[in-house]
């Protein structure tokens, strides 16, 4: 019988069968000796060895079609990642760090931007145009009203996507809108500092509906440096390629050059000043690391 793991905890892995329900698994010693370790993700054969306790044992694994490091899941087909429009403001420098990271593990990303029924300013929509000039999949989205849940549902079928963002921007909200199957634990916002405490404590797949799953993970507040060479750091920023045969100097770095397309490009509007500030951060942290 063929399942996916949806969680693992302390040894056991939940397999999802469709039409059948969870089974509770054990992996064979084999796996150890092969040094492979499921992961939540991954689609296995599982041999049934109580149907009334819906308790078994995983076999086989199937071969992984992608397996991301973090968070340690396999099979994913794209990522959305979620930020509030308002309360707390996004963090638009950890925003770009999640979506560098992912397109280094080749997987697509949707940004949602969520709270829009609070969106007094209409920040949401500026926010969608810059990313959505960068070649990002957006939508803005309300849990609390249903506007454009729908239309993010549409988004996820017959995929698995692994859900992330900081904690207080309605995660898990989002999540228990678009399925019924499981409560995800919502967080009140600390009006202090306005941050979330963080809810989910494992990463788990949720069965949306057939062949649809949805990961959540743990939120993230910080990630840190990414394995890459500070020269590389411009190809993952996709809006300045078209503007660097106008750099005077071939490997421009967009910094300090004194012909550079990309500075220009900035200055006229073409490219967003939040991204390219974005960009000169993450630079000069690559380039920081590299002296120690």
Do not use: W
Not at 163 to 170: D, K, N, Y
């Amino acid at each position: 019988m063929q399942g996916k793991i949806v969680k693992g905890i302390a040894g056991f892995y939940y397999v999802h069968v469709p039409d059948k329900g969870i089974y509770e698994c054990k992996a064979k010693g084999i796996f150890r000796k092969e040094n492979q370790k499921p992961l939540v993700g991954d689609d296995v054969e599982i041999q049934i060895l109580n149907e009334e306790e819906a308790k078994g044992n995983i076999e086989k694994l199937l071969p992984r079609k992608s397996e991301l490091i973090r968070p340690a899941v396999a099979n994913i087909d794209q990522a959305l990642v979620i930020f509030a429009i308002v309360k707390p403001q996004p963090n638009f420098n950890l925003l770009d760090r999640f979506l560098i990271m992912m397109e280094q593990q080749g997987i697509p990303c949707i940004i949602c931007f969520n709270k829009a029924d609070i969106d007094e300013k209409q920040d949401g929509a500026s926010y969608e145009e810059i990313y959505r000039s960068c070649g990002y999949e957006t939508i803005q989205v309300s849990a609390k009203n249903g506007q454009g849940l729908d239309a993010l549902k549409e988004k996820l079928v017959g995929k698995t996507t692994t859900v992330a963002g900081p904690s207080g921007v309605g995660k898990s909200s989002i999540i228990n809108e678009l399925q019924s199957s499981i409560r995800m634990e919502t967080g009140a916002i600390s009006t202090k500092i306005e941050r979330g405490r963080h809810t989910t404590r494992h990463s788990e797949l949720i069965a949306m509906e057939e062949n649809t799953y949805i990961l959540d993970t743990p939120g993230f507040s910080s990630l840190g440096l990414f394995d890459m060479e500070k020269e590389d750091l411009t190809k993952y920023y996709r809006e300045f390629v078209s503007h660097e045969k106008y750099c005077k100097f071939a490997g421009c770095a967009h910094m300090n050059e004194p012909v550079c397309g990309v500075k220009e490009a900035v200055a006229d509007g073409e490219i967003a000043k939040l991204r390219y500030e974005n960009y000169k951060l993450l630079y000069q942290e690559l380039k920081d690391r590299k002296k120690y």
